[in-house]
């Protein structure tokens, strides 16, 4: 076997074992993600039944998980998955992702967004891993409120707060779409899912999907009329969002089943952190 030869194969390994670490980073990052999502929307769902007095994000998430037989070390599992979605993430910006339009300039830009997003989560996750006794840092409704006020005092901040406020109403709109289309299809190993399991997975995407881009949806308004109003405090996290589920004509039985949805969207990554093509 020649020089040549030799260093062909030698690419071909190395591309093989980054492939293979690449595909575990995501699917257990995906396995995170899910965990998330089905603490979120159970605190969410004893919120509409006035069993808790939790915060419903990711904070009170964390918080349950650490009071849980080996919850240190969940939660240090839970931050490490999350880095692992983070460097896939950032791996999709560098070499693209998987699909015909995968190298396309649109999808390496999502790929940085969803990166730096999950980076931001990652931190969170593992700050509060390693400090536990010194509290979360804040609940999702007080940091939103004081990004928001932060982000007012410079110029044209009220316009930045309005774009940013209009941006997440439209990504949680195009989240919630794609969902109902199942344009998740496209992602997953057909060919190694029954017809069942398939339709197992589109309950828990349509609806799990349809939930999250709804509350992202409404955050983002709440954002808007921070904006226009030029009151910070008008700005809500995940929380006060699903709390104002329960405020509207329909009472507590909105709020359930947009908790029940976030649960779906809990049980989906997982079928994604199985399925998924990466």
Avoid at 116 to 135: I, M, P
Avoid at 140 to 161: C, F, K, N, Y
Avoid at 174 to 199: C, E, F, I, P
């Amino acid at each position: 076997m020649d020089t040549r030869a030799l260093a062909w194969t030698g690419r071909l390994r190395a591309r093989r074992a980054t492939g293979s670490v690449t595909e575990g980073a995501a699917r257990a990052g995906l396995a995170a993600r899910g965990v998330i999502y089905l603490l979120v929307g159970a605190l969410a769902l004893q919120i509409a039944f006035g069993d808790t007095n939790a915060q419903a994000d990711r904070g009170g998430a964390l918080a349950e998980v650490s009071q849980k037989p080996f919850g240190a070390v969940l939660l240090w599992a839970l931050g490490i998955g999350l880095v692992g979605m983070a460097l896939w993430r950032l791996s999709e910006a560098f070499f693209g992702s998987v699909g015909q339009d995968g190298r396309s300039a649109r999808k390496r830009l999502l790929a940085t967004v969803r990166f730096t997003f999950y980076v931001f989560a990652a931190y969170s996750v593992l700050s509060f891993a390693a400090s536990r006794d010194q509290g979360s840092g804040g609940s999702s409704d007080q940091q939103s409120r004081d990004a928001t006020a932060r982000a007012m005092e410079i110029p044209a901040g009220q316009w930045l707060v309005g774009a940013v406020g209009i941006a997440v109403v439209v990504a949680g709109g195009w989240v919630g779409v794609r969902a109902v289309l199942r344009k998740y299809h496209d992602k997953l190993r057909l060919g190694q899912m029954s017809r069942r399991t398939l339709q197992l997975v589109d309950v828990t995407g349509v609806a799990g999907g349809a939930a999250r881009g709804l509350v992202f949806a409404v955050a983002g308004v709440f954002a808007v009329r921070a904006a226009i109003d030029y009151e910070p405090d008008q700005a809500k996290g995940l929380d006060d969002t699903l709390r104002t589920f329960a405020e509207t004509p329909l009472g507590p039985w909105l709020l359930v089943c947009v908790a029940a949805g976030l649960v779906l969207f809990g049980v989906f990554s997982f079928a994604m952190a199985r399925w998924r093509r990466v």
